[in-house]
Structures are given as structure tokens and as C-alpha cells.
């Protein structure tokens, strides 16, 4: 062994050997540090994943860069790592050991092994090129050698769970060369010789500290506040030690941390409200230490985590308290209400978005003099809280998403008088005969059970939503005196009558208009007053006449314009093309007629992205000067391809579409959507080559109409098309082979057509079964029952779209004459069948009258 060693050692260099000369040594070497130890059967109790002996698969007939734990770099088949973790490794690293003879180790994990109490040796401080260091819990002794601080390359070092000592010089020497770590993890290594002032130079990147159980150390005192300057710390835990002292107030400044732990320590005094800074905590532990309430506690904002567990009763003793927010968190279990009683201070308490139960007793009175904004949504509350008639001072209060029954007692009316903001809904109310309040601007009464007539609210109310009822009669003509308005959502009701004349001009600054789902009659308000604010108008099923109001066009800022599911009898409104910003446009199931036509060239409808002209009469051929305008789907700007909705934080636009199949309602509408619907028309002809340019386009659907002719190889520039449908016509030809390239293609129908030919094979049509082809009795191939000839794939359909280069190509005439007698193009078709593939099954059986 010993001349093995000497063998590879006295190698003139690891660097400038040649390749098959380095293979051989590293193979050598690792077979010695093989030879080294043992691996014993029995597995380690501490190991946390399953162990076996990886290094017991390493033999010199195998390349041992397949062996088990190894990896080499797949060029110059250098071993770049080695994890050699839970391997049940027993023995000795010393300096000498053949494991140092691999320069070029980048990763090297021997975690959760048995190194018979012996020293970590200086030898781990030669590779130079090392990242990551893991040598946890592997039985090693003594202390942390200097040499480490060689390996300025390391991002990770992980020293934890080993009868280990560092020495402060050491831990100064790391911290100042190891400039690239982000990873540094000492858990119960023995720190008793070591300041925490030494951690003072840590790098910034540094995205995890542990340092836990150092309790039978001297490792104490107060948390030196320069950890706080780790800024792109984001898990850090201190559990289990002596640590003592209040927390620093500069921890607010570690915005990234995500884990946090400092339990089972001496800090006292209280938890800075700084702390509310770090948005993205998911875990945090503060139990067992000193804390105590203090007078200087003002806010504790912790909202929109994933904090769990109960809510502490020791929050009473924050009597200082005048913010508490720990809203759209995990926190559980049934709490009483008596707990806060003592907040006298309190203006701000948000307990909503949880899995709690709140339990109130209504024979308590509790005293908030201060208490101006009050949120219980999602608490299981069943009645209203008898102690609201005492807030004089609350102006918002929302306990929506509850079960509270029933009508609203006559009490609650002059708790809303002095409101701004009032939620209540997702409850089971019945019944509100009307609503008072001089100062409500925000009333949100959707998905209850109220019935009875439209309840008007108050002039000052800015948004209104009532939708989602079972409201019945009118909307009373005094809805416009509300001025102010700005939302008006009263969808999905069994509202009547004829829509108030003045919805189209009483307010300047009504942006949202969605009446969808009930039973208005007549017809539109013809009356949109200039310069109006109109964003969104819906009047989806509904039982609306009539002609389009050409008023219409003054509605400049109308994004959404949705009017399916009615009876408006008219001619394509062309004339919207002069609403600079409309998105979304449905006139589907409605009795539009005619040509869609008078276009101007490439400025019609820029912004439009969302297309339904479904189930009407529009007839003659496909508007391809309406496609050449279509901008926002030809292009597409950057900044939109996050996930930006249409509409604004208060109200986001939803929408009932036909998509893949299937009708349903987009929730929300993301900017990148984007489909066209023209099918149950009368549109004839050909389907335009320029459908090809709208490359951003999603959503296709040209079914149900008597379209002719060949399916457009340009089809395949729609490369991020999802669904496409365009069964149900007269098309004829075969599938071009260029569709294949449609990767993101979920839903393909071709059905009910004329079209011939093999089915092109792989990538997505590998997905699509018989309902994608059926009534087309000249296909065939997978995955049909006609099977085809040949297993070729059809030819580019430019040949289709290209006569010259048909007979160019070798389809010569005698296979056009074989269907003279039927029509030049079938024969065309059928020559070209009969060329590549023989006698198809269908063409001798059409021609044996079977």
C-alpha cells in the first residue's frame, strides 16, 4: 500500500497529465482510500436516510466514474465529487491518505460515517477548488485545523454534530478568506474558545447560519447586532443556547430570512416590532426564552406568512398594543375573544385568513375606545358581535366569509352609519331592506342569500357589490344618484325590467358595469356620455335587443366589453375599432349578421386579445383585414408576460369563454391569454394564411361553419397555440406534417371534414385520439383503425398550397387523370395517395361502390 502511494505521489503533475495517464491515477487512488477503511453490514443509527457501504461497488474492471458516489467532469473524466454520505465508513483520514491526490474535488460529502474519533486532517485544506465541505456527524475529534481556511472557493461547510472545538483565531481566519460562503453550519461543535465578534466580517452573501446547542459552551452574551448586515441571510437558527439580552432591533433588516429560530435561550425584554420587516418568514421559533410584554410594543404585524399553531394568551399582556395583524397565516384551534379585552390601546386587529374559531360571548361588554379598523374574515363567526355597537370609533369592518344567518338586526344599522368600509360577505344573510350610513364607500353584500328587492345604498358609496344573490324586481332609477360610484357588480341575480336609462352617463368616474346573469329586457342605453370612465361592461345573459349603442365609442378607456348570451340583433360593430384600449370583446350567442368588413388597414382593434363572435350569422369570408390589426396578439410586450390581470387590485375582470372544448369562467384574465372564436357562423371560403402571423396566440376555434379548401401549413408559426378546432366545415387535403412543431397543442379537432391522407405522427399528435379525426373518411394511421400503406409522413403541405412544385416533384399526371371524372382537386388528392401509399383501403373501396 505504502508503494502504491509513493506511486501515485511521485507523479510529475496532476494538472498537466494527460488524460488517460489522470483517469488511471485518480482510479488508483480511489481504490487505496477504498483500501483504507472498512464498511462494516450494520447500518448507522444516526444516519437520517437509508445507509449502505457505496464504496463496496468500486472495482478496477468497472470505470470508476460510474462508480457508486462518484461523478467526474464528463470532458477530462476528472472526479469533481465524491458523496461518500451515510456509507458506513469506519477508519482514518490521514494527511497522507490517497483522497487528497484528487485536485480537482469540487463536492465532498462524507456525512454520517464513523472516523474512529480521529482529528479532521490539514489534508482537506489542499483542494483548492472545493465548494462544498460536509462532514457532519462523523465521529471526528480535536479541533478545526487552519488549513480550511485555505479553501477560498468553499460555499458551503458544514463541521456540525462532531466532538469538535474551534479555536477564535480559526473562526477569524474563516470568516476572513471564505468570502464565498453561504453556507455555515457549527451545530454543537464546541465554541467556548470563540467571541461572537468573529463572526462580525461574515460574508454578505451568507444565506444560512446555524449555530445550535452550544449551551454547554461559554458561547452567551447579547446577539452582536452585525449579524443583521448578513442581508441575504435566510435561515437562521440559534436554538439552545445562552444567549441573553433582547433582540437586536436591526434583525429587521434580514428581509430574506424565512427560517427563524432563537429558542431555548435567556433573551428577555421584548420582540422588536421590527421584526413585522421580515415578509417572508414560513417558520418561526421564539419559545423558551424571557419574553416579556413591555409598554414599548406598539405593533406586531406579521400577515401573510405561513406561521402556524395557536395564538399565545400572553398577547394580553401587550396592553400597549395598537396594531396586532397576523392575518393569511396557518394559525389554528378556537380562541376567546376575552383575550384581547385588555387592549385597550388597540386601533388596528386583523385575525381574518386563518383556520381559527373565534368564540365571543355576547353577555361580555368589551371597551376599544381606540379601535378604528376591525377584520374577523374566515373566523367562524355565527352572529354578530354584540360588542360592535360599542366602537364609536370604527370606520372598517369586515367579517366576510363566516356563517352569520339570517337577516341584519336592527342594531348593526347604527354601527354602519359612521362606516367606511363594510364586508359582509360570503355569509348567509337573507334579507337587507335598505343600508344607511353618510360616510360608507366601500359595501360588499355578494354571495349571500338575500332576496327581495334591489337595496339602494347610500350616495356616498364608491363601490358596490351585491352580486351573486337572489334579488329580484328593478334597479330602481335612483341608483344614479349615486355620483360618486365607481364599481356597480350586481351580476348573477333574477334582476328584470329594462336597464335604467342613466346607467350609461350619471357618473364620471363608474369604471366597472357587470350586470351578467339575470333577465334584463329592452334594449342598451343609447346614452354614454363623453369622457366617461367605463373600463368594464358586461351584460352577459341576458335577454338585452335590439341595436349596438354607437354611443359606445365614446367609452375611450373600455378595456372589457362583454355582451354574449343576448339577443342584439345587428351588423358587425366595426366601429368599435375606435377604443384605443379594448381587450376583450364577446358578442357571442347573439343575432349579429353580415360581412365583417370596412377595416382600416393595420389599426383595427390593436389592443384586442380576447375574441368571441361565436354562434351569430356573420357570413361571407374570414376577415383578414380584421387579423392584420390585431397587434397585441402579433406581438406581445415583455413587461406582460408576468403574470399581470386585467383589471385593478379592487376589481379584476373575469369572463366566460369557450376553451378547449369546453365553456367556462376565467376568475381572472391574464394579459397573455389570448383566443379567437368564430365558430356556429356562416363563414365560407378559405382560412387565411395571415392566421399565421398572430403568433402569440393561445386559442383557436373556427369550427361549425362551411369553410373549403386546405388547412395552412402557416398554422405552425402559432407556437404557443393550446387548442385548436376547426371541425365541422368542408376542409379538404391532408394534415400538413408542419403542425407536429405545435408543442404546447393540447386539444386538436379536425373532425367532421373532408380531409385525406396518413395522420402526422409524434410529438403532440402522439396525445390525440379518434375524436380529433373522426368524419374524415379519408384519414388514416394511428390512431384510427385505417391504417395507411406506408408508415410515411405526408408531405409538407406546401405542396397543397404550391401546384408547380407538385409536379416538379415527381407527381406526374397520370395520377390527376385517375380523377378526372370527379373534379380536378380529387383528383389531385387521390393521385397523390395512390403514389405514395398504394391503393388505400378507402380509395378501393369508393371505387367498388362498398
Known amino acids: 500500500m505504502f508503494f502504491l502511494h509513493s506511486q501515485l505521489t511521485s507523479s510529475s503533475s496532476f494538472t498537466s497529465c494527460s488524460t488517460l495517464l489522470c483517469s488511471q491515477e485518480q482510479s488508483l487512488a480511489l481504490l487505496q482510500f477504498k483500501q483504507q477503511l472498512s464498511y462494516p453490514t450494520s447500518s448507522l443509527s444516526n444516519c437520517p436516510n437509508d445507509s449502505y457501504p457505496k464504496i463496496e461497488s468500486w472495482k478496477e474492471s468497472i470505470d470508476f466514474c460510474s462508480w457508486d458516489g462518484v461523478k467526474c467532469d464528463k470532458t477530462r473524466r476528472y472526479v469533481i465529487g465524491l458523496d461518500l454520505s451515510c456509507s458506513r465508513l469506519q477508519g482514518t483520514i490521514p ?41 457532519s456527524y462523523s465521529q471526528c475529534l480535536g479541533q478545526v485545523p487552519l488549513e480550511l481556511s485555505n479553501l477560498s472557493n468553499l460555499v458551503s461547510l458544514d463541521l456540525s454534530g462532531n466532538n469538535i472545538g474551534l479555536k477564535n483565531f480559526v473562526l477569524k481566519s474563516l470568516v476572513q478568506n471564505l468570502s464565498k460562503l453561504r453556507e455555515l453550519h457549527l451545530d454543537h461543535v464546541n465554541m467556548s474558545l470563540v467571541s461572537l465578534d468573529s463572526l462580525m466580517n461574515l460574508s454578505s452573501s451568507l444565506t444560512s447560519l446555524t449555530l445550535n446547542d452550544l449551551s454547554n459552551n461559554n458561547f452567551g452574551g447579547e446577539l452582536p447586532s452585525s449579524l443583521s448586515n448578513l442581508k441575504a441571510l435566510s435561515y437562521l437558527t440559534l436554538q439552545s443556547n445562552m444567549f441573553s439580552g433582547s433582540i437586536p432591533d436591526s434583525f429587521g433588516n434580514l428581509t430574506k430570512v424565512t427560517y427563524f429560530y432563537l429558542s431555548s435561550n435567556n433573551f428577555t425584554g421584548h420582540i422588536p416590532s421590527s421584526l413585522s420587516n421580515l415578509k417572508d418568514l414560513t417558520f418561526v421559533d421564539f419559545g423558551c426564552n424571557n419574553f416579556e410584554g413591555t409598554k414599548s410594543l406598539e405593533t406586531l404585524s406579521l400577515y401573510n406568512n405561513k406561521l402556524n399553531g395557536s395564538i399565545p394568551k400572553s398577547i394580553s399582556n401587550l396592553v400597549s398594543l395598537q396594531k396586532f395583524d397576523i392575518s393569511s397565516n396557518n394559525f389554528n384551534g378556537t380562541i376567546e375573544f376575552d383575550m384581547f379585552s385588555k387592549l385597550i390601546e388597540i386601533e388596528v386587529l386583523d385575525l381574518s385568513y386563518n383556520s381559527l374559531s373565534l368564540s365571543i ?31 364609536e370609533e370604527l370606520n372598517t369592518l369586515d367579517l366576510s366569509n363566516n356563517r352569520i344567518k339570517g337577516q341584519i338586526p336592527q342594531w348593526m344599522f347604527k354601527v354602519v352609519e359612521n362606516l367606511k368600509f363594510l364586508n359582509l360577505s360570503h355569509n348567509s344573510l337573507s334579507r337587507i331592506d335598505h343600508i344607511p350610513g353618510k360616510n360608507l364607500e366601500y359595501l360588499d353584500l355578494h354571495a349571500n342569500l338575500l332576496k327581495g328587492t334591489f337595496p339602494v345604498p347610500p350616495s356616498s358609496v364608491v363601490f ?88 359606445l365609442v365614446n367609452c375611450t378607456k373600455l378595456e372589457v366589453l362583454d355582451l354574449g348570451n343576448n339577443n342584439i340583433n345587428d351588423s358587425f360593430p366595426y366601429w368599435l375599432e375606435a377604443l384605443p384600449k379594448l381587450q376583450v370583446l364577446i358578442l357571442r350567442s347573439n343575432r349579429f349578421y353580415g360581412q365583417i368588413d370596412h377595416f382600416k388597414a393595420n389599426s383595427s382593434f390593436a389592443m384586442l386579445r380576447i375574441i368571441d363572435l361565436s354562434h351569430n350569422n356573420f357570413t361571407g369570408l374570414l ?65 387565411p394564411k395571415v392566421l399565421g402571423t398572430l403568433k402569440f396566440l393561445r386559442d383557436l376555434n373556427l369550427s361549425h361553419n362551411s369553410l373549403t379548401g386546405y388547412i395552412p401549413s402557416s398554422l405552425a408559426n402559432l407556437s404557443v397555440l393550446e387548442s385548436l378546432d376547426i371541425s365541422s366545415n368542408m376542409l379538404n387535403g391532408s394534415i400538413p406534417m408542419q403542425l407536429t412543431s405545435l408543442t404546447f397543442l393540447e386539444i386538436l379537432n379536425l373532425s367532421q371534414n373532408l380531409l385525406t391522407g396518413p395522420i402526422p405522427q409524434g410529438s403532440q399528435f402522439s396525445t390525440f385520439e379518434n375524436n380529433s379525426y373522426i368524419g374524415n373518411i379519408g384519414l388514416c394511421g394511428s390512431p384510427l383503425t385505417m391504417k395507411c400503406m406506408i408508415s410515411e409522413q405526408p408531405p409538407p403541405s406546401i405542396f397543397q398550397e404550391n401546384n408547380d412544385l407538385m409536379f416538379t416533384s415527381g407527381f406526374g399526371w397520370k395520377a390527376v387523370v385517375m380523377g378526372y371524372g370527379c373534379g380536378f382537386m380529387f383528383g389531385l388528392v387521390m393521385g397523390y395517395l395512390v403514389l405514395r401509399t398504394g391503393k388505400p383501403q378507402w380509395v378501393v373501396s369508393l371505387i367498388k361502390g362498398e
Not at 361588554?365 to 373566523?379: D, I, M
Not at 357587470?514 to 341576458?542: W, Y
Open 361 to 391: 360571548n355576547n353577555n361580555l361588554k368589551y371597551t376599544f375606545p381606540k379601535l378604528q379598523h376591525l377584520e374577523l374574515a374566515s373566523c367562524n363567526i355565527t352572529k354578530f358581535p354584540y360588542f360592535l355597537r360599542t366602537l
Open 95 to 135: 494527511s497522507n491518505s490517497s483522497l487528497f491526490l484528487l485536485p480537482h474535488l469540487q463536492q465532498l460529502n462524507l456525512a454520517f460515517n464513523n472516523f474512529s474519533l480521529s482529528e479532521i486532517s490539514s489534508g482537506f485544506g489542499w483542494f483548492a477548488r472545493l465548494k462544498y465541505l460536509n462532514l
Open 464 to 551: 358596490f357589490f351585491i352580486s351573486n344573490n337572489n334579488l329580484t324586481g328593478e334597479i330602481p332609477s335612483s341608483i344614479c344618484n349615486l355620483a360618486s360610484l365607481q364599481i356597480l357588480d350586481v351580476s348573477y341575480n333574477n334582476l328584470s325590467g329594462m336597464i335604467p336609462r342613466c346607467l350609461g352617463n350619471f357618473s364620471d368616474y363608474l369604471s366597472v358595469m357587470d350586470l351578467r346573469m339575470n333577465r334584463f329586457q329592452g334594449t342598451i342605453p343609447e346614452s354614454f356620455a363623453k369622457c366617461n370612465s367605463l373600463r368594464t361592461l358586461v351584460f352577459n345573459h341576458n335577454q338585452l335587443e335590439g341595436l349596438l349603442p354607437q354611443s
Open 623 to 687: 376577415p383578414s383585414k380584421f387579423f392584420e390589426g390585431l397587434e397585441a396578439i402579433i406581438t406581445v410586450n415583455e413587461s406582460e408576460v408576468k403574470s399581470k390581470y386585467i383589471g385593478e387590485d379592487y376589481y379584476q375582470d373575469s369572463v366566460m369563454v369557450s376553451l378547449k372544448g369546453h365553456d367556462f369562467e376565467l376568475q381572472r384574465i391574464l394579459t397573455i391569454f389570448t383566443t379567437i372564436d368564430l365558430s356556429s357562423n356562416k363563414f365560407h371560403g378559405q382560412i
